[in-house]
């Protein structure tokens, strides 16, 4: 009788889309940990940061975004660390061709600023817009009240600090939300006192809980699945040298994949372009309370961290 070898089957884990938030995207290391995890899977840049990087002299005029994303109480010290990240940024998009590097995408406020994948979703855009502007409204929807309790007067300056943090957490939750069907994993950091990522503080401020995540057992998963990553784009030694302390938000929406066409050009983007998308046209300002969220009805989140 013929002898047959014991049949064996390897799965090849499918490597999820990572989304590089703020603090991590602006710390020392964020442009080396960008291009490294773009060596295996795609990588999905905020449009914050080019926003950042065109308008520095105003962001790193507000203290609390300097102290968060720069790791240090003294401003002025916090505004030359972050300077000199934005600048390598910035050398890299303008000189270095960072635009045409595979697997490194980002949207834009204009169609020539987008860098999205060949043969994209023409939805990608719109349905990142809707969703921002839903989030930022169910945001909006719970600080207002929030505020109208405190006694005297609201410092205005201190709100548009506090916004700009905002703007940054609700430009990468959206861009997530919008990439549902590629399991995105937003990679950030988490500040070193121990504290929650700033991104967890958001959600949970948005009415999204996001709780930290102590199941062993789906945490030994989750970090099982994700050590590959680290560890083909060197993470791991960078956090180990640096004491970045890395930290993984998961997020789950049941209706961000249900955005309908009725907005959206049906025709697909052309494999021979890799930077199309409709003018974005935004209504932030509806007001607390008014307009639709039920995009983020149901969603939730959980963070941990890595490695």
């Known amino acids: 009788m013929l002898w047959l070898p014991p049949m064996t089957m390897s799965l090849q884990p499918t490597l999820p889309a990572c989304v590089i938030d703020m603090p991590l995207a602006l710390s020392p290391y964020g442009l080396v940990i960008a291009l490294r995890l773009a060596q295996t899977t795609r990588v999905w840049l905020s449009p914050t940061l080019w926003s950042i990087i065109e308008d520095q002299q105003f962001y790193l005029a507000h203290p609390p975004f300097v102290a968060l994303l720069a790791g240090c109480a003294d401003a002025d010290t916090g505004r030359a660390r972050l300077g000199r990240v934005v600048a390598q940024w910035r050398t ?4 270095l061709g960072l635009d045409a590097r595979e697997r490194i995408f980002w949207p834009g406020e204009k169609a020539s600023e987008a860098v999205i994948p060949k043969g994209g979703d023409m939805r990608f855009m719109q349905r990142l817009d809707t969703l921002a502007a839903q989030l930022d409204r169910k945001w909006q929807g719970r600080r207002v009240p929030a505020a109208a309790d405190r006694e005297g007067q609201v410092d205005m300056q201190v709100d548009m600090q506090v916004d700009i943090l ?3 957490a609700r430009d990468t939750i959206a861009l997530a939300a919008s990439l549902a069907e590629e399991r995105p994993l937003v990679l950030t950091t988490r500040p070193a006192d121990g504290a929650p990522p700033q991104l967890g503080k958001y959600l949970d401020d948005s009415g999204i809980p996001c709780p930290h995540l102590d199941d062993l057992t789906a945490l030994r998963l989750l970090r099982s699945s994700v050590a590959p990553l680290l560890v083909t784009a060197g993470l791991v030694e960078i956090a180990a040298a640096s004491g970045l302390r890395l930290a993984a938000v998961s997020l789950v929406t049941s ?12 025709e697909g983007i052309d494999d021979e372009v890799t930077s199309v998308a409709p003018e974005r046209d935004l209504s932030w300002n509806l007001g607390a309370g008014q307009g639709d969220t039920t995009l983020w009805d149901g969603a939730a989140a959980a963070w941990y961290e890595l490695p």
């Open 255 to 266: 209706g961000a994949t249900l955005l309908t066409d009725e907005t959206v050009d049906d």
């Open 92 to 95: 890299a998009r303008d000189q």
């Open 166 to 168: 905002a703007d940054c």
